[in-house]
């Protein structure tokens, strides 16, 4: 598709606009980083600023393909004033949208999929030279990471992608079409990415992937290395202070994981391990390829080698057929197990799902009606999680000034917020702090003073 020709001005800003999970927040920072490299953008604020506009989109639930084109709406505005504004719509709707989106929306300049950004600079270039629309949405092999540019750290916590995409075809989702089939990076590049992100500011290190311990990657020594391997592996990196990992499948839980719970000092005592439902006949339909009693097993496990695991998991009400004593279940579940945050969804029928075929047959008001019983729940088991760290004194990484005066913010190794009276001198130091009192999300704490 031709457009009219005009002398591009030279491009200096770049807004990028982030949707859904940890992944796509990455994947924007590392589009950053190129664009900042291939042309030297600098990231503003506001859309109306940028030269360069990129939209990183997350199809995970309904009505996201609507949000992405009332936000194109804001956007054509401003390209209607400045023509020579480039505008890329990238991430999971990209990928599911293709050509759809430039046809719906013509003043779209480039539409990428997850695997694709690294090509931005040359479809770039292309456009400013050639005036044309540009679409990639294939998923070719793990090559993107080969032409990133190399990782910088970006604060005391950094992500490292370690595999993407997902086998599992969980009915309901969308991932395995959008992210593509399970691919995981070369141990060595991962070592790499974590040891130049420790020589800058990082101490935390966060491994991601739609499924982190389906890892399954190629190792110095030429053999294949699952995730158990890896962990210890990043672990032993000098000035790793802490590490965490996310998301995880109980399909994937091998007893070796449960022991490095217990064995590995810099990993934190947290696990997000989404369990969906506590129905055994709703996990069967899900094809999650476990039941509750198999949950059951590995949460003992865990809890025999880290007694004081902090658990979260994600939840949909109303998936299709999902009966009062279904939700029941699930309840029965979420009590039995004690988490310590849970995000919780309302089922949606995503477009090419299996399950998308199927009615969505829980009427609207079931499913607020259970989501709300979930809130309620998970407030109360949120709320005690909280009340059992008063008294204790507790590692806290202080990542921030906190909104109130005086106040300094950071994370405990458990993943809970605390606030405190501090200074910004200790921001990036991992600081010994008594809880004092538990608030519904967060903690109050005092710095202990070690006496120098
Ligand atoms: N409807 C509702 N929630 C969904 N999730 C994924 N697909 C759907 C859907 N179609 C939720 C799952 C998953 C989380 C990332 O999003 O709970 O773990
Ligand atoms: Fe989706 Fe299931 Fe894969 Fe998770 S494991 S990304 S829910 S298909």
Known sequence: MSKQANTPKSLDTLFIKTYGCQMNEYDSTRMADMMKEAY??????????????????????????????????????????????????????????????????????????????????????????????????????????????????????????????????????????????????PVADILEECTQLLAGDALEISLLGQNVNAYRGIGPDGDEWDFTMLLYA??????????????????????????????????MPYLHLPVQSGSDQILKAMHRGHDREHYFRIIDELRQHCPDLALSSDFIVGYPGETDADFEATLDLIRRVGYDTAYCFKYSPRPGTPAGKSAD???TEVKDARLQQLFTLMRE????????????????????????????????????????????????????????????????????????
């Open 381 to 452: 088991q949120t709320r005690s999680a909280m009340e059992s760290s008063v008294g204790k004194t507790v590692d806290v990484l202080v990542e921030k000034n906190s909104r109130d005066e005086g106040d300094m913010q950071g994370r405990t190794s458990d993943f809970k917020i605390v606030h405190f009276k501090g200074n910004p001198r200790q921001i990036g130091q991992i600081m010994p702090v008594r809880i004092t009192e538990a608030y519904g999300q967060s903690l109050r704490g005092e710095l202990v003073l070690t006496g120098e």
């Open 40 to 185: 030297g953008l600098r990231l503003v604020a506001a859309p109306a600023d940028a030269d360069v506009i990129l939209m990183n989109t997350c199809s995970i639930r309904e009505k996201s393909e609507e949000k992405v084109y009332s936000e194109l709406g804001r956007y054509k505005k401003l390209k209607d004033k400045r023509p020579d504004m480039i505008i890329g719509v990238g991430g999971c709707v990209g990928q599911q949208e293709g050509e759809r989106i430039q046809q719906r929306a013509p003043y779209v300049d480039i539409v990428f999929g997850p695997q694709t950004y690294h090509r931005l600079p040359e479809m770039v270039k292309e456009i400013r030279r050639d005036r044309v629309c540009l679409t990639e949405v294939d998923m070719p092999e793990i090559e993107k990471f080969d032409h990133l540019p190399k990782a910088k750290s970006h604060g005391f916590v950094d992500c490292v992608t370690i595999m993407e995409g997902c086998d599992k075809f969980c009915t309901f989702c969308v991932v395995p079409y959008t992210r593509g089939p399970e691919l995981s990076r």
């Open 361 to 363: 047959d829980v009427p």
């Open 234 to 267: 990043v672990a032993e990196l000098e000035g790793l202070k802490r590490l965490r990992f996310s998301t995880s499948h109980p399909m994937e839980m091998t007893s070796e994981l449960c022991v490095a719970f217990g064995e590995i000092p810099q990993l």
